[in-house]
């Protein structure tokens, strides 16, 4: 006979069941209808679906913490972007400068991040060897180049200015005035695009956190980058020139919030513990926390630049809570079976209520 690793999780055999090789039990031999009448037939109880051995349904993304890192940067980068075409417009040069060069610096280290779970990056390249406008990660692949093309050329400018037009550019410096415009454009309309293509990336898996809020997420996504770019900006910028990053900070900490609170009750109910309780759970909790308090000093003592700068640490702090949350509560969801399968015999049994019989999913009737 052989032994499995799984034999410990197989019930009892009863007794007087005919064994291979052994004695039949003693008393009248049993049929049952679905016997063809010439052997015996196990008689099983009946038994209620869970998943194999209580082994995982769905298999948990082999991500680890620089794809949140990614995340988080990419929101920060999308967001600055935006901010520094805001700037350009109403003339404030520093927070011009500052939000480019933030842009650039996020989206750099964000690649990198990326490029570092990936594990070799000619498989970043690989991914824009085609566009499929119906894969997530393939269009969110190129948004992410060409994103980096505008914002680079934006900081580039930048960089110019600030060392005098020192730059070794030669006729390429005749360039610079379309550069300045047009990068800088190039990346503001690039960047909500950045900032919320990962939750859609996210919310198109199977993971059961991510797809059962997928409707909600990009929203939660946008608004905390536009939380924590302008979180960066009350930090590195002064106060006479961060009226729009104010604005924008405060709109995202509002956003953040209210999105959130409509995606966990959007949720399914099972799925939803994901994010209440633990280590997520206090993560984001925390990060309501902060949104709160550092929306609440960019309105109130937003033109002091003691209090702005700790209303940008506390935005950008909520910001990355919120990404590594939701993150967490993804993989943690993939472990257990229970919020994939109760989740999916209450959506059939909703159908079944509606008289829906005649879908794909085999039920007994």
Not at 106 to 118: F, P, R
Not at 326 to 342: L, V
Request: aromatic content about 6%; some cysteine; hydrophobic content about 45%.
């Amino acid at each position: 006979m052989t032994t499995s690793d799984f034999d410990a999780f197989r019930p009892p055999e009863p007794e007087g069941r005919r064994r291979r090789g052994g004695a039949r039990g003693t008393g009248q031999r049993r049929r049952t209808s679905g016997g063809d009448g010439g052997r015996e037939m196990p008689m099983v109880p009946e038994v209620e679906f869970e998943s194999y051995y209580g082994r995982p349904v769905v298999k948990a993304p082999p991500w680890g913490e620089e794809i949140p890192a990614y995340l988080f940067l990419g929101g920060v980068a999308g967001g600055s972007a935006l901010l520094a075409a805001g700037a350009q417009f109403t003339r404030r040069p520093r927070l011009r400068r500052n939000s480019r060069l933030s842009a650039l610096g996020a989206i750099g280290v964000g690649s990198l991040a990326l490029v570092a779970d990936l594990g070799r990056p000619e498989r970043f390249l690989n991914m824009l060897r085609t566009f499929k406008v119906t894969s997530p990660m393939s269009v969110g692949s190129w948004i992410l180049a060409t994103f980096s093309v505008g914002a680079g050329a934006a900081a580039a400018v930048e960089v110019d200015r600030m060392t005098g037009s020192r730059l070794p550019l030669g006729p390429l410096r005749s360039l610079l005035p379309t550069v300045d415009v047009g990068g800088g454009i190039w990346a503001a309309v690039l960047g909500a695009p950045l900032a919320a293509y990962t939750a859609v990336l996210l919310g198109d898996t199977a993971t059961p956190t991510w797809n059962a809020a997928h409707n909600e997420l990009p929203f939660v996504f946008v608004s905390s980058a536009a939380m924590a770019s302008g979180g960066l900006a009350l930090l590195t910028t002064p106060t006479d020139e961060t009226a729009p990053a104010r604005v924008l900070a405060v709109l995202g900490a509002a956003g953040d919030v209210a999105a959130s609170k409509v995606m966990h009750r959007n949720m399914d109910p099972v799925v939803a513990e994901t994010l209440h309780h633990g280590k997520v759970g206090k993560m984001l909790r925390a990060s309501e926390i902060l949104a709160v308090v550092g929306g609440l000093g960019a309105v109130m003592g937003g033109r002091h630049r003691g209090v702005a700068a700790v209303s940008g640490l506390c935005l950008l702090g909520s910001s990355a809570l919120t990404r590594f949350g939701i993150f967490e509560a993804g993989i943690e969801s993939a472990k257990d079976p229970r919020y994939t399968i109760e989740p999916q015999k209450r959506r059939l049994a909703a159908r079944r209520a509606a008289g829906i019989t005649d879908d794909s999913i085999t039920t007994v009737r």
